[in-house]
């Protein structure tokens, strides 16, 4: 139970970063993988308290690394371009 609480509030702590207007496009995608951690360990317990097969875990961890290293790429990218990872300098349009 303590465990699982502390999970969520991990959460919650990552999506509190994610939602806050913040200037550099690193400090989002750290807080999503805070987010994708939080959410890994919460997958770990439950299948752990279940008994169930661990394979779902797996094909988890292969998704969220694909994740980080297109957000990974992206930064790359925008820093080549613009120079910066100021969201500022970035226009969508």
Do not use: P, W
């Amino acid at each position: 139970m303590k465990m699982s609480l502390l999970i969520l509030v991990m959460f919650l702590i990552g999506n509190m970063i994610f939602v806050s207007k913040h200037k550099h496009l690193l400090i989002v995608l750290m807080s999503l993988e805070f987010i994708v951690l939080s959410i890994f360990f919460l997958l770990m317990l439950h299948l752990m308290m279940f008994e169930y097969d661990m394979y779902m875990l797996m094909v988890f961890l292969v998704f969220s690394v694909c994740e980080g290293a297109l957000g990974l790429s992206i930064l790359v990218s925008m820093i080549r371009t613009h120079g910066n990872d100021y969201f500022q300098s970035f226009n969508l349009i």
